[in-house]
């Protein structure tokens, strides 16, 4: 099982950037997949990014690609999601997740492929 727990939201202008981090604990395989996921209210929870953990090969979603990075530090068992040209559709919770989504018949693009989740953290964009 991971623990995560994800930090760095809060309010933003249009425009503005933001870096979310989200810390690991516990067992981290080398071929576990770290994704973001962001829930806008009353919406479901939908993909972001996704990193592997091993190779760190990086997928985006449509939506953010351009604008948003994910990356990790292995030593330090940290993700990171660097957003820029924040939009005000863009707020959201941002959830980090974890877990090797084949294990489940998933895939990293849903939320079905992640047992593991942390608590979110909020990201407003003001317009």
């Known amino acids: 099982q991971v623990q995560l727990v994800e930090s760095g939201g809060g309010l933003q202008q249009a425009g503005g950037s933001l870096r979310l981090s989200c810390a690991a604990s516990g067992r981290i395989f080398s071929s576990c997949v770290m994704g973001w996921f962001q829930q806008a209210p009353g919406k479901e929870r939908e993909f972001v990014a996704a990193?592997?953990?091993?190779?760190?090969?990086?997928y985006c979603a449509d939506s953010v690609k351009g604008r948003f990075t994910i990356s990790r530090d292995s030593a330090k068992n940290m993700v990171y999601l660097q957003m820029s040209s924040l939009k005000p559709e863009d707020t959201a919770v941002y959830f980090c997740?974890?877990?090797?989504?084949?294990?489940?018949?998933?895939?990293?693009?849903?939320?079905?492929?992640?047992?593991?989740w942390g608590q979110g953290t909020q990201v407003t964009v003001s317009s």
């Open positions: 990193i592997t953990w091993s190779s760190g090969a990086t």
């Open positions: 997740a974890a877990d090797i989504p084949r294990l489940w018949g998933s895939n990293r693009y849903s939320v079905k492929g992640y047992r593991n």
